[in-house]
C-alpha cells in the first residue's frame, strides 16, 4: 500500500516531533510511509472562519497532492473531519482522497487491525477526547484501546472527560475570556487525576491544554498519542569490556 503522511500546519510547524512518531511507529509496524513535500494547510481555518473563497485553492491543492496514495494518515482529528465532511462539499472531485484519508488511530485499528504496536511508556497516563475525534470522526474507543496495550502504562480516567477543552480554534482568539475559563477547568480535571501526562489526538488542544496546565504550575505533561505508541523500552546497555576503565 503507498501511505501518505499528512502532518498539518500546526504538527509542521510547532509539534515536529508528532509526525516523527507516526513515521516511526508506522514504520515499525511494516508501513512504508511517504511524505509529499508539496502539501500545504488542509483549509481548516480559513473554512472555519467563514472565507470559503480563501478555502478552495488550498482544497485543490491537497486533492492533487494526495490523489495518487491508498490511503492518507494524520495525527489530528481535526485536519481528519475538514478533509472528510468539507472537502468534497467544497470540491466533489477532492471526495477520493477526503475518503481515503484516516486519523492514525482510525488507520492502526480499522485498517492495520491492530491495537498493540509494540510500545512501552512506564507512566500513569490519563486521555482527553478532542471534539473533532469525539462528535465528528466519533473515534469511539480506539484511542483507549491503543493505550490500554501500552505496557508499562497505566491509564487513569478524566473526570468531564467529554467537556470541551475551550481551544476551538478561532473560538480561542475570539472569545477568549471563555476560552481561558473552560481550559482552566480541563486543566484542574487533569491534574486532578495525578496523571504524569495527559494525551490526545490533536496537538492543537493540548496546545491549549498543556499551556494552561502551565501558567497553573501543574506537574502535568501533555504529550501526543503518536509519541506514546512510538515510544519503545530503551535497550539495556552492554556491560563494558573487561578490562575497561569506563
Known amino acids: 500500500m503507498r501511505v501518505a503522511l499528512f502532518v498539518t500546519c500546526v504538527n509542521d ?28 494547510c488542509c483549509g ?6 467563514g472565507y470559503r473563497q480563501a478555502t478552495e485553492p488550498l482544497v485543490r491543492r491537497h486533492t492533487r497532492v494526495f490523489a495518487g496514495y491508498d490511503y492518507v494518515v494524520t495525527p489530528s482529528g481535526s485536519c481528519a473531519a475538514m478533509i472528510r465532511d468539507n472537502h468534497p462539499r467544497i470540491m466533489p472531485a477532492g471526495a477520493p482522497v477526503a475518503e481515503r484519508t484516516y486519523e492514525l488511530t482510525e488507520f492502526l485499528v480499522d485498517v492495520l487491525g491492530v491495537t498493540d504496536v509494540g510500545a512501552y511508556y512506564p507512566h500513569t497516563v490519563t486521555y482527553h477526547p478532542t471534539c473533532h475525534g ?33 481551544f476551538g480554534g478561532t473560538f480561542a482568539v475570539k472569545n477568549a475570556a471563555v476560552s481561558a475559563a473552560m481550559g482552566a477547568d480541563k486543566a484542574a480535571a487533569v491534574t486532578g487525576t495525578g496523571a504524569e501526562a495527559v494525551c490526545t489526538v490533536d496537538n ?28 519503545t523500552e530503551e535497550p539495556v546497555p552492554a556491560p563494558p569490556a573487561q578490562g575497561s576503565s569506563r
Open 13 to 40: 510547524t510547532l509539534f515536529p516531533d508528532t509526525g516523527r512518531a507516526v513515521v516511526t511507529l508506522l514504520e515499525r509496524l511494516g508501513v512504508r510511509v511517504e511524505f509529499p513535500m508539496e502539501q500545504s
Open 44 to 49: 481548516q481555518p480559513q473554512f472555519n472562519t
Open 134 to 166: 469525539l462528535r465528528a470522526l466519533r473515534l469511539g474507543d480506539r484511542p483507549r484501546r491503543l493505550l490500554e496495550a501500552v505496557r508499562g502504562l497505566t491509564l487513569v480516567e478524566l473526570p468531564g472527560a467529554e467537556e470541551c477543552c475551550g
Open 204 to 231: 492543537s488542544c493540548l496546545m491549549h491544554i498543556g499551556g494552561t496546565l502551565s501558567r497553573l504550575g501543574s506537574p502535568v505533561r501533555p504529550v501526543h498519542l503518536a509519541e506514546i505508541l512510538a515510544a
